[in-house]
């Protein structure tokens, strides 16, 4: 599996990782899954979120670790097929935006995951804990998309 990433430091204090995996299903079907917000634990990265819980414009993980984090769903932009979210609470990362973007080029379905955040002290823990988020995430959709194509 091929994980493309990018990470970088800028001056101003904020720092972002963006990964991008091709995914084995439709832009559709995995667009669907990204912006099913309060669906993280089933249809994104089960076993690495437990459980969600649905808030009013937020929505809380728990972790498989039992961190909780609360997010505030920014925005659902269906035609840019992009999901903008906020950290407000928990976890180790400070003024935390994350963005999930489904996109399509010659090569496939993109799955695009950026986070852009404060205190490059943590700059280690988010490139792993992103990589092993993509990765949970692409097998979850290329597994989903193939079970609905072959029922049997």
């Known amino acids: 599996m091929t994980v493309l990433m990018e990470v ?5 204090g904020i720092s972002s990782v963006t990964v991008d995996v091709v995914v084995e299903a439709s832009a559709e079907f995995t667009w669907d899954a990204v912006r099913d ?3 993280l634990d089933t249809r994104l990265i089960p076993a690495f979120a437990t459980h969600v819980e649905k808030g009013p ?3 809380t993980l728990t972790l498989a670790n039992d961190m909780k984090i609360t997010e505030r769903i920014i925005e ?8 903008t979210y906020q950290t407000t609470e ?4 400070t003024n935390h935006l994350g963005s999930q973007t489904v996109r399509e080029d010659e090569e496939g379905v993109h799955l695009v995951w950026t986070a852009e955040f404060t205190s490059a002290s943590v700059i280690d823990y988010v490139t792993s804990t992103m990589r092993t988020g993509v990765e949970l995430m692409k097998k979850t959709i290329d597994t989903a998309f193939a079970d609905r194509r072959d029922p049997s």
């Open 8 to 12: 970088r430091y800028e001056e101003a």
């Open 37 to 39: 917000v309060y669906a």
């Open 57 to 59: 414009d937020s929505r």
């Open 76 to 83: 659902v932009n269906d035609d840019a097929r992009m999901l």
């Open 90 to 93: 928990g976890g180790p990362l």
